[in-house]
T-cell receptor, first 116, second 113 residues
């Protein structure tokens, strides 16, 4: 089945530094990838839609200057959390949809970010 | 505002018995519903879906029921197996194939051998 790979699986960084998270579609091309975030005891929430070759689309309340998204190829999207703060500590997970728009989203394994 | 709700954070079931996981939603525009299963340190894995034109969809041991008037869906697993132990997320979207899935908070299922 379709595989979405995410790296790193966990990262600890100091407040004020930036962290990059990679999301790759391993066996299919994805013109669009999606970044979700999950805070403890809450549900997964869509942060932004990453579009290959164009600007990402951000959901309401998500700061585009803080969460930089780059989708330079059909198999790779990156999310950079800039000037991270402890409140950015969360579980970040990417997803993509192989094939047609009717197929379900496939998710990566997620990245646990802890900002100290 | 949580548009998709899973009111039971956990459920324990004996092996071989039926597991019933419930999900409620508030947005009447939702017309496509999915269940995902998640193991620790892994991403959610798609399990089964149903569109609003149906009230039941079955795939092996897994059956999803949709009650549109009650805005309620449930996932039945029968017979339950220890390998089914995981967190199950209910998700909904306003149209089939939509990118913005609204997730519930999950139900942790434990199947006791």
């Amino acid at each position: 089945g379709a595989v979405v790979s995410q790296h790193p699986s966990w990262v600890i960084c100091k407040s004020g530094t930036s962290v990059k998270i990679e999301c790759r579609s391993l066996d299919f091309q994805a013109t669009t990838m999606f970044w979700y975030r999950q805070f403890p005891k809450q549900s997964l929430m869509l942060m932004a839609t990453s579009n290959e070759g164009s600007k990402a689309t951000y959901e309401q309340g998500v700061e585009k200057d803080k969460f930089l998204i780059n989708h330079a190829s059909l198999t790779l999207s990156t999310l950079t959390v800039t000037s991270a703060h402890p409140e950015d500590s969360s579980f970040y997970i990417c997803s993509a949809r192989p094939g047609t728009g009717l197929s379900p989203l496939h998710f990566g394994n997620g990245t646990r970010l802890t900002v100290t | 505002d949580q548009q998709v709700k899973q009111n039971s954070p956990s459920l324990s079931v004996q092996e071989g018995r039926i597991s019933i996981l419930n999900c409620d939603y508030t947005n009447s525009m939702f017309d496509y519903f999915l269940w995902y299963k998640k193991y620790p340190a892994e991403g959610p894995t798609f399990l089964i879906s149903i569109s609003s034109i149906k009230d039941k969809n079955e795939d092996g041991r897994f059956t999803v029921f949709l009650n549109k008037s009650a805005k309620h869906l449930s996932l039945h697993i029968v017979p339950s197996q220890p390998g089914d132990s995981a967190v199950y997320f209910c998700a909904a979207s306003a149209k089939t194939g939509a990118n913005n899935l609204f997730f519930g908070t999950g139900t942790r299922l434990t199947v006791i051998p």
